[in-house]
């Protein structure tokens, strides 16, 4: 048995078989499209290419955050096995999923005082917020105990870097992110904006390139100089563009000897990326816009 039970959401955009493998529970987030209300299932249910062509159709997606419910029964049974639990979450400055987490903790902790809830923000999403919770898995694999995993993650999860950069503007626009006249404008000269992450756990959009082979030379020349380790295994997420993403991780190779895994981005992220994302995730030292 485990030292603790280790609980994340469906964000980190990984596999079925990594959760299985690893004894990992997981909290979905759900989104709705063409009519249809699905909690993430890793793409099993509807698969990513289905999902972000519905996109490329114009369907509209709308998410939704994990359920209270969901965390409840995830801690409670882990709570009456008689185990601790670590919960590594989606960024709070992103979504309520965090929060729902939280919330559930408060709910049981009176009602298991021998027990630990305890829950970490990791200010991160999708491959980055990976990065953490796959340390976690480590730490918790070797033996540590739930308090010195849960502070080894809150130390590293300001030095995971997001670089990200999507093909299309109006998905940023419909989030609030972008004002329409500089999606429309962008979008006309082919502008490519470089995405960020800060150290509250939100998207900041810094700098930007035109045209789509200069925004990937972008992010794989930036990533290259701000990792701490050239031989640590990078983790590339696209929106059903793997020609990029894959050319993403040759560029890395080529130039840094720097290895990377290349998944999907799910149903969450790419309802407010849209089609065409692509991102690197990575150690390194700070977070900043340049």
């Known amino acids: ?28 987030l759900s989104f709705t499209i063409d009519g249809r209300t699905i909690e993430e299932d890793c793409g099993q249910t509807v698969s990513f290419h289905q999902f972000y062509d519905l996109l490329r159709q114009g369907k509209k997606s709308v998410t939704s955050q994990a359920k209270l419910e969901t965390f409840l029964q995830i801690f409670r049974d882990a709570l009456n096995a008689g185990q601790d639990v670590l919960y590594i979450g989606f960024s709070s400055g992103l979504s309520g999923t965090f929060q729902a987490g939280c919330m559930a903790r408060d709910e049981l902790a009176p009602s298991y005082p021998d027990r630990k809830i305890v829950c970490v923000d990791t200010l991160s999403a999708t491959g980055g917020e990976f990065l953490l919770l796959d340390r976690a898995r480590e730490l ?113 190779l080529e130039h840094g000897a720097v290895r990377s895994e290349i998944r999907y981005c799910g149903t969450v992220i790419g309802t407010h990326a849209g089609p065409g994302i692509l991102a690197v995730f990575f150690i390194g030292g700070e977070r900043k816009a340049e």
């Open 1 to 28: 048995m485990y030292p603790f039970v280790l609980v994340t959401d469906s964000t980190i955009d990984e596999s079925a078989s990594y959760f299985e493998t690893h004894d990992i529970k997981c909290a979905p």
């Open 140 to 252: 918790r694999d070797s033996g540590c105990t739930v308090e010195v995993t849960a502070e080894a993650i809150r130390q590293m999860r300001l030095h995971i870097i997001h670089l990200i950069t999507v093909n299309d503007l109006e998905h940023l626009h419909r989030g609030g992110r972008l004002s329409k006249t500089t999606a429309v404008v962008g979008g006309l000269l082919g502008i490519k904006p470089i995405i960020w992450v800060n150290n509250e756990g939100k998207l900041g959009v810094g700098h930007k390139v035109r045209g789509r082979q200069k925004a990937i030379e972008y992010l794989g020349s930036r990533a290259l100089r701000e990792m701490t380790d050239k031989k640590q295994i990078v983790r590339i997420c696209h929106g059903d563009c793997i020609e990029d993403a894959e050319a993403l991780a040759a560029y890395l």
